[in-house]
Each structure stands twice: as structure tokens, then as C-alpha cells.
């Protein structure tokens, strides 16, 4: 009998835990960290200790006691025993740290299975940032359509559009039924086809259940739904009617906005200004040629924004060595203040001090693309909006989301139509039931059997 445990998206956005269980056989899909993750007991500077590995969630119950799936040096500090591995795979579905972050405490003898381009971000996130480390694992790269063999279970990945490449759902077929997994896509991206490419496949599986992400699922649509192709149309408007500098703030890994402002830029005659982090990460990802995606080494298009580090004086010593390779298109503040008319700069909050050295002329215009805050007290926001006073920069709100919008939803699961859906990564699993029949909201750590729920 197959069955369906979750230990983690119920309730919460993000931190899937999805365990399948076949004849014995046990695997995993996602292992990541919602976002509201051990919000009670933690906050800011006050978090887990890394010296005690698993006590410090254990202790609060923030992450599930699993037998045979942590590694024997992460459950020292806990009461639960360390013993083989008990889970014969794990499977991530693309390398967003709410599918992804708590491989960390994973037995490094389990394979982990993952998309080739989804290695290449988690490799690019642990050279570039102090605080990622996902530990040694035995990763097994995939690239769609490939169909995966663990004992008696098939799992097939297959590519969807996502604000981060190499994303997949995932078509699972055990000895007595069929599961279809969404991990996160969505279908007003750049790349819908991919996404439609996953809508068929699943239908064609005929699943018995269907696991769906549901973060946009709310009472009435509050925000509209804007397109990738929109975002690239409004700020190429934005950029085409001003001769002062554009900036522009968006998530780090979302390559497809990378894409949208860099063709905006090369449009208009101008160079694009990126972080040494978001050019280490291009020529990580140019290693891969399905993604398409400028080389920062030797795309004239791209300049690299060095800031002041210790001496102050742009001295190579002063840059980590992954910073180093772009040193030859360095763009400093004072080159950014000079030639603000041929520049569109992707300027994130946490840089906003750069600003004092550039300073840009008033009026320029700032793209926030990102989500917009979601409560009116945001303070981040307040001081967002105080600097851009201050400068006198034009704030301009342009997101596209990663994920189906309401409307969306409930025609992916009537196009799947699986006899039973189980709606995760959602803190309103029960408004699917407006939408359509069979959901079963599932709650944490009860085992779901697929064929009696399928049945009845
Ligand atoms: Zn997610």
C-alpha cells in the first residue's frame, strides 16, 4: 500500500516534508524550511545553536524525529538514536531554501536527487554566503523526463516554470499508484511552456493524488495578477523614458527578472550593474547551456558593482576569492555616479548604503520587484521608503510571483484531475475545497493511505 506522510507545508508556506511509502521502501520529496519556521522560539539573533545539530529543534518539535534519515553527528545532542538509513532517497524539487534547507541534518549515506542546474545554485549559495552549508551529500543530478528507480518506486521529474531555473514536479508511480508532486511553479512566467509540459504528463498519469502547492490560495485575490512578460514591458517603458540611472531590487536567484531587466538593458543601449554574489552565481550557471543565461565573465552587458571593502582603496586583497574573477569589470561608486544615464543597477535593500557614494541624481527611478510588504507595520519597508526620500529616487512597484494565482489553481487541479488532492505549502488548504472536490487537508504527521483514500 502506498503511503503519503507530511511532515512539513501543512499549514505553513514553504518547508516541505513529503515521505512516500511503498512496500518498505521510503523516500523523501523536498526537505526545506517554511518561512515561518520556529517563529515562537526564535528571532533575529536569538536561533538555534549549530554546536548541538538537531537538539535545538527537537527540544521545540520544529523538525520531525524520523528514524533512519539524520546523520549520526547531528542527532548527538538529541535522545533519538542514530541508525542506518532508514529513507532510500531524498528527491528536491528545486533549490529554494524552503524546499532545500534542512538537508543539512540528512544522513550523507541517503542519495539526494536534484535537477543539474538546482547543484549549481546550492553550490553558487555555499561559496558566496557565511551562513549556507548543506554538508556533503550523495547528490544524483537529473534533467527532465529522466525516470528514476528507487526498489519498486519510479520517479520522473519533470521541468515547470518557477522564479529560480531548474525547477520540477515530480510524476511518482509506486506498485499500486500513481502521486503527482508540483513542488512550486507557476503559469504566467517566461518559460509556460515548461509548466505546460509538466500539466500534460501529470493529466496523462491519471494520479491517484494530486500534492499541490497552494501559497497564493486566499479568500479573494488581493494582488493582480502580473506576468513576466509585463514586468519586462513596464520597466522597459520605466528605463526608455529617463536619462538618469535605474535601479532596480529583486530576488538574488530569480534569473528570470535577472533576464527581464538585462534584455530591458541591452534594449536600451545601457549596462547592467550586478552584485559580485549575482555574477558568481551567472558563471556558475553558464555551465549549464539549457539555461541560456549570460556568462558575467565575458558578457560586455554586465558590469560588477564593487563596494568599499577594508582598505577602502578597491585593492584585490580586499575582495574573497569567488569576487575576485570580476575584478577586470569592476564598476565602483564613482564609475556608477559618472555614467548613471547608460546604467540600470540592481540595488538591493541590504546595499542601500552604496547610495551615499553614488549619489544619483534625484528623480531617478527605483523598481521595487519583489513582493510587496504584506503587513502596513513593515519596518523594513518604512526604511526602504525614508532612503528613497531622502534620495529623491521614483518608486515604482513591478513583481511577477512564482507561483499560480488563485484562479490558476483550480484550473491545474481540474486539468490534473486526480482522484484526491492534498494541498501543501499553503496556510488555506481548505479554500481548495471551494475550488474542487476530493481534497484531503492534510494534517502534520498522519500517514494518508493513497489507495483507500482514492477509493472512499
Ligand atoms: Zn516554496
Known amino acids: 500500500m502506498t503511503k503519503l506522510v507530511f511532515y512539513g507545508g501543512v499549514d505553513e508556506i514553504g518547508g516541505n516534508k513529503i515521505l512516500l511509502e511503498d512496500k518498505g521502501t521510503k523516500v523523501l520529496f523536498d526537505f526545506g524550511q517554511s518561512f515561518s519556521f520556529g517563529q515562537e522560539y526564535f528571532t533575529s539573533w536569538l536561533g538555534p545553536r549549530s554546536v548541538n545539530g538537531l537538539g535545538d529543534y527537537f527540544e521545540f518539535g520544529l523538525i520531525p524525529r524520523i528514524r533512519g534519515l539524520y546523520a549520526e553527528d547531528q542527532l548527538k545532542g538529541t535522545d533519538l538514536a542514530y541508525c542506518e538509513p532508514e529513507v532510500s532517497a531524498v528527491f528536491l524539487s528545486h533549490g529554494h531554501f524552503d524546499h ?36 556533503t551529500h550523495n547528490f544524483q543530478t537529473f534533467r527532465t523526463g529522466k525516470k528514476i528507480k528507487v526498489d519498486g518506486i519510479e520517479v520522473e ?117 550586478v552584485s559580485p554574489k549575482t555574477a558568481y552565481l551567472l558563471s556558475r550557471l553558464a555551465e549549464d547551456a539549457h539555461l541560456n543565461l549570460p556568462n558575467s565573465l565575458k558578457d560586455g552587458n554586465i558590469l560588477v558593482y564593487y563596494k568599499r571593502k577594508k582598505t577602502g582603496t578597491y585593492d584585490d586583497g580586499d575582495y574573497y576569492a569567488w569576487e575576485r574573477p570580476f575584478i577586470e569589470k569592476m564598476a565602483t561608486a564613482e564609475f556608477v555616479h559618472a555614467n548613471q544615464h547608460r546604467l ?40 526602504l521608503h525614508n532612503w528613497l526620500e531622502h534620495f529623491g529616487l521614483q518608486f515604482h512597484q513591478l513583481h511577477a510571483s512564482g507561483h499560480l494565482s488563485r484562479e490558476q489553481i483550480g484550473d491545474v487541479v481540474a486539468k490534473i484531475s486526480a482522484k484526491k488532492v492534498f494541498p501543501v505549502h499553503t496556510e488555506n488548504a481548505r479554500l481548495f475545497r471551494q475550488l474542487c472536490r476530493n481534497v484531503e487537508v492534510p494534517l502534520r504527521e498522519k500517514e494518508y493511505d493513497i489507495q483507500l483514500s482514492s477509493c472512499g
Open 100 to 135: 532545500v534547507a534542512h538537508i543539512c541534518f540528512v544522513d550523507q549515506k541517503i542519495p539526494m536527487y536534484l535537477g543539474a542546474g538546482t547543484k549549481l545554485f546550492m553550490e553558487s549559495m555555499e561559496a558566496t554566503s557565511s551562513f549556507c552549508d548543506y554538508k
Open 157 to 273: 521529474p519533470v521541468h515547470v516554470d518557477h522564479s529560480i531555473p531548474a525547477a520540477y514536479g515530480f510524476i511518482i508511480r509506486t506498485s499500486d499508484a500513481t502521486i503527482v508532486y508540483t513542488g512550486d511553479f507557476r503559469l504566467h512566467g517566461q518559460r509556460r511552456d515548461l509548466s505546460e509540459d509538466f500539466l500534460q504528463k501529470a493529466k496523462a498519469a491519471n494520479p491517484d493524488a494530486l500534492v499541490c502547492e497552494g501559497t497564493r490560495m486566499a479568500r479573494k485575490e488581493k494582488r493582480r495578477n502580473v506576468s513576466e512578460q509585463q514586468v519586462k514591458v513596464r520597466s522597459a517603458k520605466i528605463v526608455s523614458f529617463t536619462d538618469k540611472i535605474v535601479f532596480a531590487t529583486h530576488y538574488s536567484r530569480d534569473m528570470d527578472r535577472f533576464r527581464s531587466f538585462y534584455d530591458v538593458a541591452v534594449k536600451n543601449n545601457r549596462q547592467i550593474v
Open 344 to 383: 540600470i543597477m540592481d540595488l538591493d535593500f541590504y546595499q542601500f548604503a552604496e547610495l551615499i557614494d553614488i549619489r544619483p541624481e534625484r528623480g531617478s527611478p527605483f523598481i521595487h520587484s519583489m513582493s510587496e510588504p504584506f503587513s502596513e507595520e513593515d519596518i523594513e519597508d518604512a526604511v
